[in-house]
């Protein structure tokens, strides 16, 4: 059963820890720009 849920678990941890180290794209940055100007 650990098996399981490690493998069931374990690429939402990678996505999180992606999105936490890897810098944002500009498109989205941009984005978030023109969206607070307004």
């Given at each position: 059963?650990?098996?399981?849920?490690?493998?069931?678990?374990?690429?939402?941890?990678?996505i999180i820890l992606f999105?936490?180290?890897?810098?944002?794209?500009?498109?989205?940055?941009?984005?978030?720009?023109?969206?607070?100007?307004?």
């Open positions: 059963w650990r098996t399981l849920f490690w493998f069931g678990a374990y690429p939402p941890l990678l999105r936490l180290y890897l810098p944002e794209a500009n498109s989205l940055l941009e984005r978030q720009a023109t969206r607070i100007e307004r």
